[in-house]
Nanobody, 124 residues
Framework: VQLQASGGGSVQIGGSLRLSCEASGGTLSNRAVAWFRQAPGKERTFVAAVNWRGTGLNYGGSAQGRSTISRDDVQNTVFLQMDNLKQEDTAVYYC??????????????????WGRGTLVTVSS
């Protein structure tokens, strides 16, 4: 399975973006998927995760109340809707998938398949 993150771009403070994480070469439907982000000069941090069933969601502090993770197993894609964006949301966003039947964990070591990131830039 390979992952491709997309949907990043430049947006003004208060704006919205929807990131997509599309899988190829295999199904994503039996894997938990998470989003992490890394701002310039900072460590990678957890944003959100969804378990393989789609019934368990987990959000990092930065995403609480402003982001929604969802999955569409028909499209083999996981989405991250981000609203009311702030300048501190500027980062490269990465999606990652777990081993089969994973839970929505916040620890990056739980995820074994990583896609290339997509850059989100929030400015005034």
């Amino acid at each position: 399975v390979q992952l491709q993150a997309s949907g990043g771009g430049s947006v003004q403070i208060g704006g919205s973006l929807r990131l997509s994480c599309e899988a190829s070469g295999g199904t994503l439907s039996n894997r938990a998927v998470a989003w992490f982000r890394q701002a310039p000069g900072k460590e990678r941090t957890f944003v959100a995760a969804v378990n393989w069933r789609g019934t368990g969601l987990n959000y990092g502090g930065s995403a609480q109340g402003r982001s929604t993770i969802s999955r569409d197993d028909v499209q083999n894609t996981v989405f991250l809707q981000m609203d009311n964006l702030k300048q501190e949301d500027t980062a490269v966003y990465y999606c990652a998938a777990s081993q089969p039947y994973g839970n929505a964990r916040s620890i990056s070591d739980e995820y074994h398949i990583w896609g290339r990131g997509t850059l989100v830039t929030v400015s005034s």
